[in-house]
């Protein structure tokens, strides 16, 4: 039996690290979410409102379920509402009608409340750091960790516009070029790189959070579980042993 529960695990692990290799050929950043930081979770919220919800929704999350889960004041709640008749029970909407955002892009831009959930906070961290220029797409700009991506870089005014550098592979008719890195835009952003990756590290960390609000919740009644288990473990020894003391065997 021990050994059939060593081999289910490392051929999980290896299915794990397969599935991950398989997302894409650059790789993925760690994005170290720490979702006990309800700064840093405020300040993705923050983010998210003022860049993201211009296309995309999060019809799952509700405003009060935020200020509630991050401990937010009236006021820090208020200023994540996009307007003065916005109610705590209304879902994150955005603000872009479907029929435009469809002749715009060709698609109407998805829903991201579970986006960190399908794709992972490290695909989702990687996605949103590693923007690049290339003249051949619809919009100018491309994405390692997502490739022929249909949006816009809508932070490259902060980030600035990576440049890619290729690798040539093949001859001839099967030459093929394979991004291997990317280096610092031609002309800096406002941030500077390491201010934008703690900036799109908090983004990605409230849609971890968004995706799952109920890990909040996990991480604070865990500790108090354990020490149940614990003392009620010490309990049904000690009444084991009280039990068996006079039987003989």
Same mark, same amino acid.
């Given at each position: ?6 081999? /289910? ?69 208020? *200023?994540?509402?996009?307007? *003065? ?21 060709? /698609? ?69 070029? *394979? ?62 042993? *009280?039990?068996?003391?006079? /039987?003989?065997?």
């Amino acid at each position: 039996m021990t050994r059939l529960t060593f081999l /289910i695990v490392v051929l999980g692990m290896l299915v794990a690290s397969g599935a991950k290799a398989a997302s894409g050929s650059y790789p993925l950043k760690e994005a170290n979410v720490d979702l006990g930081d309800e700064a840093s979770l405020y300040r993705g919220a923050q983010t998210f409102m003022d860049s993201c919800s211009t296309c995309h929704s999060a019809s799952m999350m509700r405003f009060g379920r935020i200020g509630k889960d991050l401990g937010l004041s009236d006021e820090q709640l208020a *200023e994540l509402m996009p307007t *003065e008749t916005t109610k705590p029970g209304d879902t994150i909407e955005s603000h872009m009608p479907a029929g435009y955002a469809k002749n715009t892009f060709g /698609i109407v831009p998805p829903d991201l409340t579970l986006v960190a959930r399908v794709q992972g906070a490290d695909w989702l961290y990687t996605y949103l750091t590693t923007f690049y220029a290339d003249p051949d797409a619809p919009w100018g700009v491309n994405n390692a960790a997502f490739p022929g991506v249909g949006m816009p870089h809508v932070l490259a005014a902060e980030q600035g516009l990576l440049q890619p550098v290729y690798e040539t592979h093949g001859e001839g008719e099967n030459t093929r070029q *394979e991004l291997v890195d990317l280096k610092a835009p031609e002309r800096p952003g406002t941030m500077s790189q390491e201010a934008f990756e703690r900036k799109m590290h908090d983004l990605t960390a409230f849609m971890v959070y968004m995706a799952e609000p109920a890990a909040l919740l996990r991480m604070h009644y865990g500790p108090y579980v354990l020490v149940f288990l614990f003392i009620f473990s010490v309990l049904m020894y000690l009444v084991k042993k *009280e039990y068996w003391r006079d /039987i003989k065997h």
